[in-house]
């Protein structure tokens, strides 16, 4: 029998705060407890940012570079296959709590549909149980209906109590533990679970996204999380000297400070100041909340793993925990995710697969990434995935078979389509704004299609403030890390169809394959044109 899925997604949580990656403040018990009883993967790493762009590679199991969406609010082109697209063809229904952030292709549909008009569309393929997107209206109601006087404009709702809510502070949010958005997700969640035992769905393997908004701001969380961390505790942050020194480090890097105001990042009734402006007190205040709105979400997971322990569904549920992106939270004098820092890339990942236990417990010090995902989810389900994904299954490293990864990619496009703030400040064309990065265990190199680019050595510079890039002594290795990048950018291309010949003998597919496991696909023919399924070349 296949296994019941469960895909989580904790938006914007840093692959370091975890108290299993041993992080010296974060207390993370019920993710650590999971952790016991599945793989930790404890160097993975997303491909792109913000959420639009790297969810997109997380359910696509393509590059940025191939799927092209690289901003929210870019279409996610209607040919490409996905991971609840081919669930449902293997008789899943993927259902989806919370939201997927990809805009509907423009040419699937009308002009008035409203779909149009909002980057929170529903990735294909997924049946809705509860949508949650950013203006959490559902939610809302939910806390009217509990006798909570809800502020005209939402957003009010989440000042904490007591509080103007200028900059960031310890009070608590409005709301409790018990009615977080969170919880009310995970409450909807386990309501729907217990509808998987009635008498027309049971022995029905289900799969079910969950797909948490926090740890991403507004940065307010309820008691007792709100004073769970003393701001004085934990490492300090890591960033050059001074803000002009960081600022002075790349155009990018510049750019994002000086447009970087208070309110975008959540910090509801803090203006349009900047945020490199605030204190030193003030960044370990937010860094306190934003380890403790993990900690809440923790709490979250917790109820999950007990709810499907309970329901007897725990030993036949294949369980996935990752983010889409990290967050900077203080470190380069920044918050937010972007660019090439590690802090807004590595990310969490761990895997249960209750048909592999001799993984439980086991932590895999190799690379992954998040394209990664959807090839492992079908290969744990015991299913065909894509030919044509970047991605490579993670079901050998779940058998302790070493990482096939010694360097992982990502990719970042800071173009602003709507208002050209970005091509206005750094002088490019649109399509000239766009950086790639390769990854090494000791080197990192950042390749810009228009400005400077930048290589790190990490193992003697791990906080990343020394650009080799330009230093003579360091050339052949910059030279070196351009050319793995270029060749990995080369083997990436769209590979849909550029592994498939038609010749006499019929339809040979190669992809994903050895020369000597090519596969000869019969029935075409130029008179009898019995073609393989549209499926078949699909995948």
């Known amino acids: 029998m296949r296994p ?164 960031p502070t310890s009070a608590p949010s409005r709301y409790s533990q018990d009615e977080t958005e969170t919880a009310f997700l995970t409450d909807e969640f386990l309501r729907w679970l217990d509808e998987q035992h009635s008498e027309l769905r049971a022995g029905k393997p289900w799969c079910a996204h969950i797909s948490f908004l926090r740890p991403h701001p507004p940065f307010v969380v309820p008691e007792p999380f709100n004073t769970m961390y003393d701001p004085a505790e934990g490492p300090d942050f890591i960033r050059a000297e001074t803000l002009e020194a960081e600022r002075a480090s790349h155009p990018l890097v510049d750019y994002w400070i000086g447009g970087q105001k208070r309110s975008q990042h959540y910090v509801i009734g803090a203006g349009d100041g900047l945020v490199c402006d605030w204190t030193e007190a003030d960044f370990r205040q937010l860094r306190a909340t934003y380890w403790g709105m993990i900690s809440e979400v923790d709490r979250q997971i917790g109820r999950i793993v007990a709810g499907l322990k309970a329901r007897g569904d725990w030993d036949n549920t294949l369980f996935v925990l990752t983010s889409d992106h990290g967050e900077m939270m203080g470190d380069h004098w920044t918050l937010g995710k972007f660019g090439f820092h590690e802090q807004s890339y590595h990310v969490p990942l761990i895997i249960r697969d209750p048909a592999r236990p001799e993984s439980f417990g086991a932590c895999v010090e190799g690379f992954s990434e998040s394209v990664d995902i959807f090839p492992t989810l079908m290969a744990a389900a015991g299913l065909d995935a894509p030919a044509h994904l970047d991605g490579c299954s993670l079901v050998p490293a779940l058998e302790g078979l070493p990482s096939p990864r010694d360097a992982v990619f990502w990719e970042y496009d800071f173009r602003e389509v709507a208002s050209g703030a970005a091509q206005d400040a750094l002088g490019l064309e649109m399509d000239a704004c766009s950086m790639a990065v390769v990854r090494t265990e000791r080197w990192k190199y950042v390749h810009f299609a228009a400005l400077p680019p930048l290589l790190f050595d990490l193992r003697d510079d791990p906080g990343e403030l020394v650009n080799l890039a330009a230093d003579p002594a360091h050339a052949e290795t910059r030279i070196a890390m351009a050319e793995r990048l270029l060749s990995w950018r080369a083997k990436h291309l769209d590979r849909r169809l550029s592994g498939i010949e038609l010749t006499p003998d019929g339809l040979v597919d190669g992809r994903g394959r050895a020369h000597s496991e090519r596969q000869v696909v019969p029935g075409y023919s130029r008179f009898a044109p019995r073609c393989v399924s549209k499926d078949a070349i699909s995948q």
């Open 4 to 167: 019941n899925i469960v895909l989580i997604t904790a938006d914007q949580w840093r692959g370091d705060c975890l108290g299993v990656a041993g992080h010296p403040v974060v207390r993370t018990p019920h993710v650590d407890a999971l952790a016991s009883e599945a793989t930790t993967f404890a160097r993975h790493y997303a491909q792109a940012s913000p959420c639009g762009p790297s969810r997109a590679c997380l359910y696509t199991g393509l590059y940025q570079m191939t799927n092209r969406v690289v901003r929210n609010g870019t279409p996610l082109d209607g040919r490409h296959d996905n991971i609840a697209l081919a669930l449902r063809r293997a008789g899943y229904d993927p259902t989806l709590f919370g939201y997927t952030d990809q805009a509907i292709d423009p040419r699937t549909t009308s002009g008035d549909d409203p779909w149009l008009r909002s980057y929170e569309g529903i990735l294909p393929g997924f049946s809705v149980r509860l949508r949650l997107p950013e203006d959490v209206g559902p939610w809302l109601s939910w806390l009217k209906a509990r006798g909570h006087e809800v502020p005209s404009d939402p957003w009010q709702m989440y000042l904490p109590q007591g509080s103007p809510g200028d900059r």
